[in-house]
């Protein structure tokens, strides 16, 4: 349906001293600091989880060497999205209006709602992360205590939900740094972010930023900030839905990942019969997880 003059009647009047509602400043963007933002062409991505080899065990002499094996194991696949939002003036609304250009205003409005669908898409990868109706490529949750691999289950959570704090942080940074690759050989990963809801950024800031240890008598130095862990500090996203709920984002290669498909444009047309003026944004996109590794979190308490 058009956007009538019965819809903006203050509007065709003198005497309006402002227009409000639609001027406020965003979040936008939040998810650059999460995901890494590749290019795509296809309907689709796929990236393939491979398996390397295992330890090498001891040859006894004149014995025959052991032959191991290598191949793929899960798929992990990022399917576009579009999302498009549109909208239509009479052609009477815009002829009467007294005080501003509708379709600037309104195009403004558009751009607004289709970058905070963006940021809720993006927040979805975490604020389901838990959720075992939501799987990633191996067919575990995003963060588990169970996800498949060729020598057993390994997990990226903690055993025992725990609130922000130096102890849980801790043991996430020592539980991260024993992660094992498909066959089991330990990789060097480490913490480097901490991913939080507004609800925690007064914390965050205490924990990592004092100099000295936090809610303690002791003077104990931070260890945390003396050792550089965590060394791209914390991130607030303020579309992240659990209060309790925080992650480490960590260095694992092909973790979050952002498929930019078609980039936002904007399209403005008459329609000949009614006059109105329509107008239209639409992007296409997907949000999504390869390497589980990427990540570790509690639901908190």
């Known amino acids: 349906m058009a956007i009538s003059r019965a819809q903006l009647a203050k509007e065709l009047e003198p005497g309006l001293n402002a227009l409000f509602g639609l001027e406020y400043n965003r979040y936008e963007r939040q998810h650059e600091e999460i995901f890494t933002e590749e290019s795509s062409d296809r309907a689709f991505e796929e990236e393939q989880m491979l398996t390397g080899f295992g330890n090498a065990p001891v040859k006894a002499e004149g014995a025959a060497v052991q032959f191991d094996s290598a191949g793929e194991t899960y798929t992990a696949r990022y399917v576009m999205e579009t999302i498009a939002l549109a909208f239509s003036v009479t052609e009477e609304a815009v002829e009467d209006n007294l005080y501003d250009r509708l379709s600037t205003r309104y195009t403004r409005a558009l751009a607004r709602s289709m970058a905070h669908t963006k940021q809720i898409k993006a927040a979805s990868i975490l604020n389901n992360s838990f959720d075992v109706n939501s799987p990633i490529g191996d067919g575990a949750a ?38 094992r690759d498909e066959k089991g050989l330990r990789v060097a990963i480490q913490g480097r972010k901490l991913v939080i809801p507004k609800e925690l950024q007064f914390t965050a800031e205490r924990i990592l930023k004092s100099d000295l240890r936090v809610a303690t008598a002791d003077n104990d130095v931070n260890a945390m900030k003396n050792m550089g862990m965590l ?67 509690t639901p908190g308490v």
């Not at 390994?154 to 043991?171: F, G, H, K, P, R």
Request: hydrophobic share 40%; aromatic share 14%; proline share 5%.
């Open 231 to 297: 060394p791209d500090g914390y991130t607030v996203n303020q579309f992240l839905l659990d209060p309790s709920a925080w992650w480490i984002k960590t260095d694992a290669p092909d973790g979050f990942k952002y498929f930019n498909r078609v980039p936002i444009s904007t399209k403005m047309e008459g329609d000949f019969d009614t006059g109105n003026m329509r107008f239209k944004a639409r992007e296409r996109y997907a949000f999504g997880v390869s390497d589980w590794r990427c990540v570790f979190g």
């Open 142 to 179: 995003l963060v588990s205590a169970a996800h498949p691999t060729v020598t057993g289950n390994q997990s990226n959570i903690l055993a025992v939900a725990a609130d922000l704090n130096e102890t849980s942080i801790e043991e996430a940074l020592i539980r991260i740094q024993d992660f």
